[in-house]
């Protein structure tokens, strides 16, 4: 080769140095703010986190004695049975509210029956009760004086049985709408080749729909096992002797003062319950995409026969979930069950009975208040600052891992976590034990996660650019945050809102070792009041947790159309 064709290169082979991008006030400002909601997560949800896990290594004067209390509740036989328990009830009901939640979603999405935003309604009906709502119906109806009793044939409701029953009704709505959200995302076009193909409809169901689905009803199978095993309302008002785990926490905590066992218990639910949320996240982690650009949503064919029997199916279900409902509102509405069965609201004078009054109801309505004002406001602005703000990449990655944490943590296990964190004589934070606020921010915390998804759902919507145009204009980043950000998501913004309060009002685990005699709550006189013998009136505060919540959806609805309609003008150009 001659000196002509060759090719010269430049000596100097030294790689260009990667520039840093320069951080302004601005990032600085964004950055202060995920401090903020850092140092929240870290005190609400890892510190007391970390309590109750120190707490059960220790004995009851503080000292370390290692796994000698681990070695005394798995020595105890009454102690140690109730994670069989627990098991077994979550299993089965799990089982049976994900099979009926799926033919009862099957029936909304693949058939033509009529009423279908009315039979949605109905199944959703069981969110705005607390647990503790179908647990006292079930009484009524098969306990020792119960109106069909004679239909368990002998078998007791005080157990096993009354458990199941009463957590499938609980649990139903929760699996719902994750399996509907499923199905709805088929593609008709593969619908249209099976049929092309000549395949059955039976043959259609096993390779088309459930294949589509299955991610859906994986995690519905989670959460409500997830739901049953850290639920405390149900066991403690039907279950009996028939031990589970979140009913021993309480037990060891409020019954025998057992504060180092508590922890015990509390750590060991905690931990089916985590182990639940790390495998529904890695199953969530390999799903992919069902619906396409180019697919073409699926629309369901009258057919006479199955839309006649998917109506039925449907028709049982809710007449069922309304069943429940009604027989607490008769319950409550009973002068003295069942030797008097005239009626009177003489069970609605709270002030007259043991365990509750409208103090609890009124104090349920602020706390729920100050939860959606201030729970959406922080979690909301923490969620824009996790994915709108630029590199901190490592800051930003593990603010979300403990936004996520929130989900795995059982409400009992967050409120006694929250009893050995903040009741600390050496924390500076220990002023707010007994307080309303207490109970906001643990409400607050527990619901953090879902609410957090949904605000972050929301801005994955929307462009970059939004950003990208306003600081070449030099528009400040909160200017662009109030004006455009919220007004485009205000929807999400008003059903975090909603979800917060609902939740609020009907929370009970959550709550039940953190209030005081100033601030109990309407849920938590529920149990106090069941406790009493004042099963009536008991009734009566459930319901009227029904109606406030039911009552507010309508009123949040009303109130907001308008401005939703306004702030999604855009969507409709």
């Known amino acids: 080769m001659t000196s002509e064709t060759m090719v010269s290169y430049p000596r100097d082979r030294t790689p260009a140095l990667a520039v840093k991008p320069k951080v302004g006030n601005e990032d600085w400002a964004m950055r202060l703010g995920l401090g903020v909601i850092g140092a929240y997560l870290l005190i609400a949800v890892v510190l007391p986190l970390y309590a109750i896990l120190s707490k059960s290594f220790q004995d009851e004067y503080g000292n370390f004695i290692g796994l000698a209390n681990y070695a005394e509740y798995f020595a105890t036989p009454a102690l140690f049975y109730s994670i069989n328990n627990s098991l077994t009830i979550s299993v089965i009901c799990m089982v049976i509210t994900v099979g009926l939640a799926f033919g009862y979603a099957y029936g909304l999405t693949r058939s033509c029956i009529p009423g279908k935003g009315l039979f949605k309604a109905i199944a959703l009906i069981p969110i705005l009760a607390p647990s503790l709502l179908p647990a006292i119906s079930l009484r009524y109806l098969f306990g020792v004086q119960g109106m069909i009793k004679e239909l368990l044939m002998g078998e007791s409701i005080y157990g096993p049985i009354g458990i199941v029953m009463g957590e499938v009704f609980w ?121 396409s650009t180019r697919a073409v949503p699926y629309e369901p064919k009258p057919a006479p026969r199955f839309d006649r029997v998917m109506l039925a199916y449907c028709g049982v279900i809710a007449f069922m979930i309304i069943g429940i409902l009604l027989v607490a509102q008769y319950a409550s509405l009973v002068k003295l069950w ?37 729970g959406t406001a922080v979690i909301f602005t923490g969620a824009y600052l996790v994915e709108k703000s ?148 008991a009734a009566a505060m459930a319901m009227m947790i029904v109606y406030t919540s039911t009552g507010m959806r309508l009123l949040h609805f009303l109130l907001t159309r308008g401005i939703a309609l306004r702030s999604a003008a855009w969507r409709t150009r």
């Open 171 to 291: 649990t139903f709505p929760h699996a719902l709408i994750i399996i509907i959200t499923s199905l709805s995302l088929s593609d008709a076009r593969l619908y249209e080749a099976a049929e092309a193909l000549g395949a059955s409809k039976l043959r259609i169901f096993f390779t088309v729909t459930l294949p589509g689905a299955k991610y859906g009803l994986i995690s519905a199978c989670f959460v409500v096992f997830t739901l049953v095993i850290t639920d405390f309302g149900v066991p403690k008002v039907i279950g009996g002797q028939y031990n589970m785990l979140a009913v021993d926490v309480y037990k060891q905590v409020v019954g025998q003062q057992n504060f180092q066992m508590g922890a015990v218990v509390g750590f060991v639910l905690l931990v089916p319950a985590l182990l639940a949320f790390v495998a529904d996240r890695i199953i969530q982690g390999k799903q992919v995409a069902q619906l």
């Open 338 to 374: 069942p030797y008097d069965l005239s009626l009177t609201l003489h069970n609605y004078d709270f002030s007259l009975r043991d365990g509750g009054s409208w103090g609890a109801m009124i104090n349920s309505l602020e706390m729920a208040g100050w939860t959606a004002v201030i």
């Open 390 to 537: 630029k590199g901190f990449h490592q800051g930003r990655g593990l603010i979300q891992l403990m936004c996520m944490v929130p989900l795995a943590v059982p409400g009992l296990v967050l409120g006694l976590a929250y009893i050995f964190f903040f009741n600390h004589p050496d924390n500076p934070l220990e002023f707010i034990y007994a307080t309303m606020a207490i109970l906001v921010i643990c409400t607050i915390t527990h619901f953090y996660t879902v609410s957090h998804l949904t605000a972050v759902t929301a801005l994955k919507q929307m462009d970059p650019e939004f950003e990208s145009v306003s600081a070449s204009l030099k528009v400040p980043f909160y200017r662009t945050f109030f004006r455009i950000t919220v007004p485009v998501c205000m929807p999400a913004i008003l059903d975090i809102s909603v979800y917060l309060f609902v939740n609020a009002m009907t929370t009970v685990s959550a709550v039940i070792f953190l209030y005081s005699s100033d601030t109990q709550l309407a849920s938590v006189a529920v149990i106090n009041m069941d406790d009493a013998g004042e099963i009536a009136s």
